[in-house]
C-alpha cells in the first residue's frame, strides 16, 4: 500500500490508531564489508492499543511485580507478513512519533481475523 493507498482507509469499530508498517533491509558492503541496516516503510494500518498488565514468565518467583505492555489489535490483513525480527512498526499523525518492536504475534483462535501484536517501545 502506497501513502495515497493510506489515506482511503478510514478507521474502524476500535481501530482508530494509525501506524505505518516497517520492514528492515540489511545489507553488506562488498568493498569494506560495513553491515548496514535501514527501514522502510512497507504499509498501513489502523489498529486499537490496548495497555496490558501481566507478570513476565520465571519472574513470579521473584514477587509479583507486573509490567505494562502494548498490544495492538488489528484486522487480520493477507498482505502483511509480520515478524518479529524484520517488521516493526511507527506512530502516524503524531509530531514526535514513537517506534515500536514487535515482541509477540497472536492470531487469536487461528482464525486470520484479528492479529495481536505485542509492542516494546524502541528507545528514541
Known sequence: RDADDAMRFQP????????????RTRSTSSVTGEKTETW????????????????????????????????AVMDYDK???????????RERGVSAPATFNIVEISDPGL???????TLEEVAP
Open 79 to 89: 498482505d502483511i507478513k509480520w515478524s518479529l525480527t524484520d517488521k516493526r512498526l
Open 40 to 71: 522502510s516503510d512497507v504499509g498501513y494500518v489502523w489498529a486499537k492499543i490496548e495497555t496490558r498488565g501481566g507478570v513476565p514468565k520465571g519472574e513470579y518467583e521473584e514477587g509479583l511485580q507486573g509490567t505494562e505492555r502494548k498490544v
Open 111 to 117: 482464525v486470520h481475523r484479528v492479529i495481536e501484536l
Open 12 to 23: 474502524r469499530g476500535q481501530a482508530r490508531v494509525p501506524l505505518t508498517v516497517q520492514a
